[in-house]
């Protein structure tokens, strides 16, 4: 009996997970190491982009405070502080000067409409795919300083894909705090 519902499980495992990764188009095979990253960064500002854009503009200030939550980021906070590390992470790869402060890791002040957060992320996301794309075989193991530390131009490129997904796991509770279904867990047609 235990082995049974262990194979019923396992089954229904497997076959959600089929199910989910035949919902998402599948990414163009790549061709340069820089591509293979780039697939892996388009997940992410997909998945990152629409929980931006589906928090209401009203709600763009909204951070919980009760419990383990004193003192978190806004809503708007989250989205600008991984907008601003992409540019970072870019100007890092493409051995350029930053087009921000690098020293205002949560972006500029003066950006504060959704329509200007969302401009400001969504260009972000444009700067770094340039800089992604630009990893190859040649120039993947050369040596970058990031935040005080010596990376690969591969080991930031790889790690400018999973800084979005630590923040967009936070927004996911900020939009479900407020009611809101983030896009990424609605059902697909």
């Not at 205002?104 to 969302?118: D, H, L, Q, T, V």
Request: with cysteine; hydrophobic share 40%.
């Amino acid at each position: 009996m235990r082995h049974a519902k262990l194979m019923l499980g396992l089954c229904v495992v497997l076959c959600s997970s089929g199910f989910l990764l035949g919902q998402m188009a599948p990414p163009a095979p790549a061709k340069t190491t820089g591509d293979a990253v780039d697939a892996v960064l388009r997940i992410a500002q997909s998945e990152f982009v629409g929980a931006a854009d589906a928090m209401p503009e009203d709600k763009y200030s909204f951070a919980p405070s009760a419990g383990e939550f004193k003192g978190v980021r806004t809503f708007a906070e989250q989205v600008k502080h991984v907008a601003a590390v992409n540019y970072i992470f870019a100007a890092a790869i493409l051995n350029e000067k930053p087009p921000i402060d690098p020293n205002e890791e949560n972006g500029p002040a003066s950006i504060k409409s959704k329509a200007e957060i969302m401009k400001f992320l969504n260009d972000s996301f444009t700067y770094l795919h340039k800089a992604v794309t630009s990893i190859n075989d040649k120039n993947k193991l050369d040596e970058l300083s990031l935040f005080g530390m010596k990376m690969s131009r591969l080991s930031v490129g790889t790690f400018s894909t999973a800084h979005p997904f630590d923040h967009y796991g936070q927004m996911v509770e900020y939009l479900r705090m407020n009611g809101i279904v983030p896009p990424a867990s609605r059902p697909q047609k």
